[in-house]
């Protein structure tokens, strides 16, 4: 289901933040990435902070921090305070004394203060860990107030105004994500935090939070490792071929999976492979990060061809490619560029850069990741900034068609919903037929496709205001697909109020719940295209619809079109009175095919939420 019009040029990008810049890790407020020195502005008035990264931020009022670009004063360049990692109690000769008696001393766990120099009290310890989180660094208390007082750690800046007997974060206005790494469209791999290895975060409700789970390229690193014998500093896999980068620039190539391994030389590596992308449609083109310097290949490895052009960004931290429109996107120092770059033909090219900056509207920092998204959308990890989001700045060069529930490519069916993704289309027909059209953007334009339509592929003609292009369409008899949001959510209501739940709604187990779905097929009776469902005696899908949870049947008691909706189909489930405690799976077969899977958590006899797979 996917067409490509020839390239009309590109637009310039919009961003959008997905979320803060903080982390919901448990602790007395929201945490960011690490600050190593924290000290307050003369007479108190403001504070200023350095974090991990060297970048230095002030505050006026505890609330807004702003890159700071005055002079930073020598006494401040290092922490104020540091103690030995193991230390448990305060340590001598680390106290920090104010101009009255008060005093505070710093270990990697924990803040104490005294007023008698003798006996310490734990100002941050609560049931044997810190409220604030641990690893301090520094501690400042404000020469206007002795029981005002800042400490930083690797969870970012707490502050107490009553002499460490509580604490407020001021991480929530300070750019310093600690994130590394995009893991999916909304998840990141954080650095490291706490203890252990990194973990993931994912955005709930609108914000950060820690999920369950290990970043796919740290599972293939590992995996890489075991089969191979060697430590990879970076790999990527493309159904059964693998590749894996090693820290002296050199590269192994796998076409089974890992069970055997060709060395190939990617010529002119200074450093080490830094991230590898590879083509998901042909895993013999791919792209090499070292350094400052781009590779492609398109024969498996066999050969690797410079092809960074006349990139001058500093290092390059991420790259993602569209193979279809030759389009490639760059994460570097100097935030996020693209290019045009053909990943299909081994002439001997380099990447040529757009003169305009994708990043140009983005805060000024470095990208540390780009990805480019199946829903057409490309996102971007900024150096303590946060993840920012935007259609895809090259989507005229290569418009998509896709199913409108899950954004995927299966097919479509009499009466179902497509999307064409970055085309403002203004009429779609395929002979005869034309597709009524339901919203219509630069983004994307939503169809219906006619309930008469017969099965069999189809050849869409497309117009836009850039013309007339053609694509495939393949049209089954049925093709369910259940309707996610971005974070994989279904679209799931309450069956007796019709009220829409949302991820953080509990469901009595035995209730019956409506999944709104399409791809239905024809209906009974026959309803116009391109026209709402009636709310009374909605027309049933004709076809028998099945559904599944964990692969054991679940009751069906209705499947409908969805009342003042076009192409929408509602099915009515009866969830069991017994389940298992944890994630089960859904799906949704009609006349043999089936939807894609979501999750729903469940609480045995009680309750359950759920999310989206």
Known sequence: ???????????????????????????????????ESVWYAPGGKGLIARTASGRVFATADF?????????????????????????????????????????????????????????????????????????????AVSPANPLDVTAANRSGVWRSLDGGLSWQGLNEGLPNFPANRLAGQRTVELAEVAEGEPTLAAVTAGKWTPVEGVATEAVLL?????????????????????????????????????????????????????????????????????GTKLFRTVNGGKYWDEVTGSLNAGAIHGITADSSAGVVYAATDRGVFSGRLSLNAADLVQVAWSSTSVSRDLPIAAAWDVRLNADNTLTVLLDGYGVYETPAPHRVLAPRIVNAADMSDRAAAPGSLISVLGA????????????????????????????????????????????????????????????????????????????????????HAGSTIQVLATGLGRVTPEWPSGVPAPVDSPPAVVAPVTAFLDGAPVRVTRATLAPTFVGNYLVELELPSLVNRGASELRIVVDGEESNRVKLYMEPGVTIGFAGQ
């Open 63 to 139: 609330e807004q921090w702003k890159l700071n670009t005055d002079p930073v004063p020598a006494a401040a360049t290092k922490p104020v305070l540091a103690s030995s990692r193991g230390a448990d109690k305060p340590e001598a000769g680390i106290q920090v004394v104010t101009s009255g008696t008060r005093k505070y001393s710093l270990t990697w766990f924990n803040v104490y203060g005294t007023d008698d120099g003798r006996a310490w009290l734990n100002l941050t310890g609560m049931n044997g860990h810190s409220i604030v989180g641990d690893g301090f660094s520094a501690l």
């Open 1 to 35: 289901m996917v067409g490509v019009m020839p390239a009309y040029g590109q637009t310039t990008p919009l961003w959008t933040r997905i979320a803060g810049y903080t982390i919901n890790t448990g602790l007395a407020g929201p945490a960011t990435g690490a600050v």
């Open 222 to 290: 590992k995996t890489v490792a075991e089969k191979s014998g060697v430590t990879p500093s970076a790999a990527a896999q493309a159904g059964s071929m693998i590749y894996a980068g090693m820290a002296n620039g050199g590269m192994l190539v796998s076409a089974d999976e890992g069970a055997t391994w060709v060395p190939s030389t990617v010529a002119g590596t200074e450093h080490s492979i830094d991230r590898i992308w590879v083509d998901s449609a042909n895993s013999q083109a791919a792209l090499a990060v070292s």
């Open 424 to 507: 403002n289309v203004t009429r779609v027909r395929s002979g005869q037929n034309v597709y009524p059209i339901l919203l219509a953007s630069d983004q994307s334009s939503q169809l219906q496709v006619p309930f008469e339509i017969a099965p069999g592929t189809l050849q869409l003609a497309v117009e836009s205001s850039a013309g007339v292009w053609m694509a495939p369409l393949n049209v089954k008899r049925a093709a369910p697909a259940i309707f996610v949001d971005v974070d994989g959510t279904p679209w799931i209501q309450d069956a007796a109020s019709g009220l829409v739940i949302d991820a953080g709604t509990a469901l």
